[in-house]
């Protein structure tokens, strides 16, 4: 494992680690898309250069998806065996539903991960980047939405929240302590 991959926390079958997501050998690895599927930057840039033209393609073939919602698809060129696409809300203030769309984003992409026997899922900070979410808000949404997934389903063993800089990292490492404390 390269140094850079250092696993910080594991609690609940949850744990967070500093990187990049594409470099993950896992299941799957969870996208930060938009509703047209087919590319743009940030994660989703990373993700569609990494895994390389044959994933648009795929993508192409899946009409979009909604705010909330994800579809998988292969992982092609990528060491993860599948790419769960999930389309994060934008934020608006917070009274658009923000925090629903947010979580659905987390329950449907596991729900997709345990219908497609994948056992070990890493996901980015869905909507924290240039959908502009609150870091600490949305750690605390990522993190109780997939321990209250793994309470019901011990099915899916494995979830690792990779984040890119030490302050997502802290605010997940965070939330996942105030919920053991519960
Ligand atoms: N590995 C892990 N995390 C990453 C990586 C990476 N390689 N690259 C960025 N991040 P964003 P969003 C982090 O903007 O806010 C796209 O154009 C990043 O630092 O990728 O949901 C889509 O097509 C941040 O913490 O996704 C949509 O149009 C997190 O990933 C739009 O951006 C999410 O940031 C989606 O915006």
């Not at 609940?12 to 590319?39: E, F, K």
């Not at 890493?122 to 959908?131: E, K, M, N, W």
Request: glycine share 8%; with cysteine; hydrophobic share 40%.
């Amino acid at each position: 494992m390269p140094a850079c991959w250092r696993p910080r926390e594991v609690a609940m079958g949850m744990r967070v680690m500093m990187g990049d997501i594409t470099r993950l050998a896992v299941d799957a690895i969870v996208n930060a898309a938009n509703t047209s599927l087919l590319g743009g930057g940030g994660v989703d840039g990373a993700i569609h250069r990494a895994a390389g033209p044959d994933l648009v393609e795929e993508c192409r073939s899946l009409n979009g998806c909604k705010i909330g919602q994800a579809k998988i698809t292969k992982g092609y060129r990528l060491p993860a065996r599948h790419v769960i696409h999930t389309v994060g809300p934008v934020w608006q203030g917070g009274e658009k539903s923000e925090p629903e769309m947010l979580a659905s984003c987390y329950r449907k992409s596991l729900e997709l991960a345990v219908a497609n026997d994948c056992r070990t899922i890493a996901f980015p900070a869905v909507s924290t980047g240039i959908y502009r979410y609150p870091k600490d808000h949305a750690a605390r949404i990522a993190v109780s939405t997939v321990a209250d997934f793994l309470d019901q389903d011990p099915t899916l063993i494995d979830v690792t929240f990779v984040c890119f800089d030490e302050e997502t990292a802290a605010l997940h490492r965070a939330a996942i302590t105030a919920l053991r404390q519960d």
